[in-house]
């Protein structure tokens, strides 16, 4: 399963993301794991990297394939243009999991 940490501000804003596991760690392979794995992991490269080229806010971020940990995480207040594309991803999560659910993926969120 895929563990999805969605870390919140004092404010409610979105100032990173943790993520661990596969979707295929459920068990015995399913029909959609792959899909799952596949959109999870676009969404997430593709944000990371337009917050980099497209914006000015600084963040760290680190990732090992293997176990399927990523974390990004905002440095400072991010802009308007960065938080537009946390926001994006974390729809699109969001989406994944109602589509799929468990044993696929299980977002959560925590204040920071």
Known sequence: MID??????????YCGILMSGHAGYAGRHQEG??????AVSALTLNMANSVEHFT?????????????FFH??????ADAGAMLL????IFGLLDVEETYG????KIRYKEV
């Open 72 to 77: 990004f995480r905002f440095t400072e207040k």
């Open 102 to 105: 468990e044993p696929y993926i």
């Open 33 to 38: 794991q792959e899909l799952v794995c596949a």
């Open 4 to 13: 999805v940490t969605v870390l919140v501000d004092s404010e409610d804003c």
């Open 86 to 89: 946390m926001n994006s991803l």
């Open 56 to 68: 000015d806010a600084r963040f760290e971020a680190e990732m090992e394939e293997e176990s399927g």
